[in-house]
């Protein structure tokens, strides 16, 4: 089992950017393939991007394709968001989440959950 804590969250006006960090305790992070999604007040938890055990293989959701980017540090055990160009449309809590499967897009994939870090874009 691997505990997942994020930070970074924060204010942030649209246009400025956030790094998110996910850091692992317990399990090495270097087993599992990790995502990060979104949940915004009223809606559904959402996918924003994932990363397979290398790094070499990440996907995106398409909003986020070419603003944000996913990226690992396994000797560090931790996994990042890098996000640019924050539009107000990315206010919301964002989780890390991890998986043992390569790779996957879907909530349900992933096994072990962090408690998110909230995310405003004030226009």
């Known amino acids: 089992q691997v505990q997942l804590v994020e930070s970074g969250g924060g204010l942030v006006q649209a246009g400025g950017s956030l790094r998110l960090s996910c850091a692992a305790s317990?399990?090495?992070?270097?087993?599992?393939?990790m995502g990060w999604f979104r949940q915004a007040p009223g809606k559904e938890r959402e996918f924003v991007a994932a990363i397979g055990l290398s790094g070499s293989n990440t996907l995106y959701t398409d909003s986020v394709k070419g603003r944000f980017i996913i990226s690992r540090d396994n000797a560090k055990n931790t996994v990042y968001l890098q996000m640019n160009s924050l539009k107000p449309e990315d206010t919301a809590v964002y989780y890390c989440a991890a998986t043992s499967l390569p790779i996957a897009t879907q909530p349900r994939f992933y096994e072990e959950w962090g408690q998110g870090t909230q995310v405003t874009v004030s226009s």
């Open positions: 317990g399990r090495t992070l270097s087993r599992y393939a």
